[in-house]
């Protein structure tokens, strides 16, 4: 049943991936397909996200499926933000794949906090958290790893 349920989710966000035509407004688009994942979706989704992955800690069918679907929706989305990027959406200076990763990162928070949050505020939160993605692709925050960058001393 998780099995259906996840091939269910994955088929979902397909569509939702293909929503981008390529004559859109970038960040507009992707602020909808935000909103409709974290505000207007019920509740009880992120609930049942949180149940997939607390399994995911004790059983290798469900740790193997929570790691397939993670790994294709950051695939997924380093490609929309890497044609975005070719197309002048997204700066030169942004690296798609690092932003990828911190979308879903950001993106299993909001989950979580959906879930558990009594005061969840699902339209403070999420534009929080596009106003952080959109200053990722925009440039203004520096993702490399080098040690300059991290604050890290020598």
């Known amino acids: 049943m998780v099995v259906g349920l996840a091939e269910r989710d994955r088929a979902r966000v397909g569509d939702d991936f293909s929503a981008f035509t390529g004559h859109e407004d970038f960040l507009e688009t992707f602020a909808r397909i935000a909103r409709k994942h974290f505000a207007e979706e019920p509740r009880e989704r992120a609930i049942l996200c949180l149940e997939i992955w607390a399994e995911a800690t004790r059983s290798r069918t469900f740790?193997?499926?929570s790691r397939d679907f993670e790994c294709?929706?950051?695939?997924?989305?380093?490609?929309?933000?890497?044609?975005?990027?070719?197309?002048?959406?997204?700066?030169?200076?942004a690296d798609p794949n690092a932003v990828a990763v911190?979308?879903?990162?950001?993106?299993?928070?909001?989950?979580?906090?959906?879930?558990?949050?009594?005061?969840?505020?699902?339209?403070?939160?999420?534009?929080?958290?596009?106003k952080?993605?959109?200053?990722?692709l925009k440039g203004a925050i520096d993702l490399s790893t080098d040690q300059q960058n991290t604050g890290a001393s020598s």
């Open 72 to 93: 294709d929706i950051i695939e997924r989305l380093a490609a929309l933000f890497s044609d975005a990027q070719s197309r002048g959406f997204v700066s030169a200076q």
């Open 63 to 65: 740790a193997t499926i």
């Open 102 to 130: 911190v979308v879903a990162t950001l993106a299993n928070g909001l989950f979580v906090r959906r879930a558990i949050a009594p005061d969840f505020d699902a339209e403070r939160e999420v534009g929080y958290t596009l």
């Open 132 to 136: 952080l993605i959109g200053g990722l």
